[in-house]
């Protein structure tokens, strides 16, 4: 199976809100609700930030935000801020009893 | 506090070997999924394998399907990753990670890196 598709880059000003998109197909994303989202600093391992599509773990700043429509899952982080700058990943359960990952993006903060 | 930690990680030759394992403490290991992830040099995350609480349900990724093993020792709270007949192409970090209900990893050990060159 492919990795879910998410942009290579995202960029924002400190304060600005920028949207990371995911897309998959019926078979994942589509299919079911159980797409998370994670953060990874450099030389760290990944950090959990939204799963459930919409939902937020215990420590997480409610500046990061989760959508679906579709095949299309979307991370929104507003009030950008420069910690926020990452690697962030989608992933998502599919059909075949697999677990999916997009391919990744790079924030950066300006 | 959750603590996972990858141990197991070297240098081997194509077609070599290696048996990776994660202690786990902090939480009751028993009653979690628990999953392998792994990075390669420069890329992103792939999921690799995922076992139940019980190790009845095991799911591996395609390609590494019949070249590695996962396994798991509840009484020694310990995640462990066979595997056999390694491909440069498994080159990567190797991360341990809870499975919170099966489909969400939210708790990674620090990672252990796997290198396969001849």
């Known amino acids: 199976q492919s990795a879910l598709t998410q942009p290579a880059s995202v960029s924002g000003s400190p304060g600005q809100s920028i949207t990371i998109s995911c897309t998959g197909t019926?078979?994942?994303?589509?299919?079911?609700?159980?797409v998370s989202w994670y953060q990874q600093q450099p030389g760290k391992a990944p950090k959990l930030m939204i799963y459930d599509v919409t939902k937020r773990p215990s420590g997480v700043s409610n500046r990061f935000s989760g959508s679906k429509s579709g095949n299309t899952a979307s991370l929104t982080i507003s009030g950008l801020q420069a910690e926020d700058e990452a690697d962030y990943y989608c992933s998502s359960y599919t059909s075949s009893r697999t677990w999916l990952f997009g391919g990744g993006t790079k924030l950066t903060v300006l | 506090e959750v603590q996972l930690v990858e141990s197991g990680g070297g240098l081997v030759q194509p077609g070599g070997s290696l048996r990776l394992s994660c202690a786990a403490s902090g939480f009751t290991f028993s009653s979690y999924w628990m999953s392998w992830v792994r990075q390669a040099p420069g890329k992103g995350l792939e999921w690799v394998a995922s076992m139940k609480e019980d190790g009845s349900q095991i799911y591996y990724v395609d390609s590494v399907r019949g070249r590695f093993t996962m396994s798991r020792d509840n009484a020694r709270n310990s995640l462990y990753l066979q595997m056999d007949s390694l491909r440069v192409e498994d080159t990567a970090v190797y991360y341990c990670?809870?499975?919170?209900?099966?489909?969400?990893?939210?708790?990674w050990g620090q990672g252990s890196l796997v290198s396969v060159s001849s």
């Open positions: 019926s078979s994942d994303v589509g299919g079911y609700n159980y």
């Open positions: 990670a809870r499975a919170l209900w099966a489909n969400y990893f939210d708790q």
